[in-house]
């Protein structure tokens, strides 16, 4: 598997010993580069996914998408983009002009800050801590401020309702979101992204398989919690258009919008991103134990690896959006503290004890198949027995 540490070793020693540069520049100048391949990266995945969005909802609703505008509809996203950025920006009559300035700039920089953590492929992680998931949790925290002040400072009460429904949806969730990423550095043992990748490499080494069920709960977990992190529907209550119109950014326009218009996608691409990261490997490939097939995966790149499982519950939750009616409100916040918080913390109890007596792997697969043994036993007996009775009683029947 290509390294990409050494293009940034080899770029690293040009700018010090190649061409003399002090390392505060030298370093200055890498941080550039890195921030500005981050962003254009981040406008690149928006219009994939803005693209990707419409082409599954009309797939799975019997409707074509775009057409017209490109090559099966492709330059449609680039239109639509440019109209938005012409788009007059206004402010709000009576509206707190601080907050509701500041208030999609937080949206966005949480977004970004976020989207820094994805691991592209091995060595081109730009954030790399040794409590990368704490700060993941952290940054990406940031969006609720901006939903909340949007809603509050828009003074609209069309917007003030969908901030504290988006608000009291995105805190709860963020529960069950770190309970599901506690489950994981339980069983890697550390908290930092690269490691938590290096932990999931050999045959079927994979979280979700080294794991097996409790790490398989706290996926399924994690992509409903992020789902409804990510206010993406069935969990879009903040942008119910039936009573709220367009929600909390009802009163936005132009470039302030298209914060929260690119947030909403690339926030369902990094919830993504980081299921794929600690439940499916991130870049690593996947290898079964054979040395054949095991070669063949390492000569695919690392980041097609992780595009390709990104995408690939990207997919799974727009299909979730599209096929499910949205929910109430008590229905959502019931799902959170009455179900999934409960069961989150039960799976860490139960991810705890796994790691500690070493129930993994193999051993656990064969509790597993032996606890499915006897509960198949016990059922087979129970028919017996309560085929006999009635034997019984039919032939007492007959007596009588």
């Known amino acids: 598997m290509y390294d990409f540490s050494e293009i940034t070793t080899w770029f690293d020693l040009l700018l010090r010993v190649g061409w003399g540069w002090p390392d505060w520049l030298a370093i200055l100048l890498e941080c550039v580069i890195v921030g500005v391949v981050i962003l254009v990266a981040y406008a690149v995945l928006a219009i994939v996914m803005i693209y990707m969005e419409r082409k599954v909802c009309a797939f799975f609703q019997c409707r074509l998408g775009p057409v017209r ?49 994805l691991p592209w492929n091995n060595g081109a992680i730009a954030l790399d801590f040794n409590c990368s998931i704490f700060l993941y949790t952290a940054v990406s925290s940031l969006g609720v401020l901006g939903v909340f002040l949007a809603g509050w400072a828009s003074n609209n009460k069309y917007s003030v309702v969908s901030a504290m429904r988006g608000a009291m949806q995105m805190i709860s969730y963020e529960i069950s979101l770190g309970l599901c990423l506690i489950a994981a550095c339980i069983l890697v043992g550390s908290m930092q992204i690269s490691e938590i990748i290096d932990a999931q490499s050999g045959a079927f080494g994979w979280l979700l398989f080294q794991g097996h069920i409790p790490a398989i709960i706290a996926f399924v977990v ?97 299909w979730v959006k599209w096929t499910f009616p949205r929910l109430r409100v008590d229905q959502i916040l019931k799902l959170e503290w009455k179900y999934l918080m409960p069961v989150a913390l039960f799976n860490i109890i139960l991810m705890t004890v796994c790691v500690a007596f070493g129930i993994t792997g193999r051993v656990y697969v064969g509790i597993v198949v032996a606890l499915l043994v006897v509960l198949l036993a016990v059922i087979v007996a129970a028919r017996a027995v309560k085929k006999a009775r009635k034997a019984g009683g039919e032939q007492r029947l007959v007596i009588d």
């Open 69 to 117: 505008v490109g090559m099966w509809g492709t330059l449609q996203v680039i239109c639509d983009v440019l109209k938005m950025l012409i788009k007059e920006i206004f402010l709000v009559k009576r509206a707190d002009k601080l907050l509701y300035c500041l208030a999609p700039v937080l949206v966005i920089v949480g977004s970004v800050g976020a989207f820094a953590f």
């Open 222 to 318: 994690f992509l409903v919690a992020g789902n409804a992190e990510a206010n993406r529907g069935p969990f879009d209550l903040a942008e119910a258009e039936s009573e709220l119109t367009a929600g909390y950014h009802v009163e936005y326009s132009g470039l302030a919008f298209g914060f929260y218009y690119l947030a909403e996608f690339l926030n369902l691409f990094i919830v993504s991103g980081i299921a794929a990261t600690v439940f499916l490997g991130g870049w690593m490939p996947l290898h079964i134990g054979v040395a054949g097939f095991d070669i063949v995966m390492d000569y695919i790149p690392g980041i097609v690896w992780f595009l390709l499982k990104t995408f690939f519950i990207v997919w799974l939750l727009m």
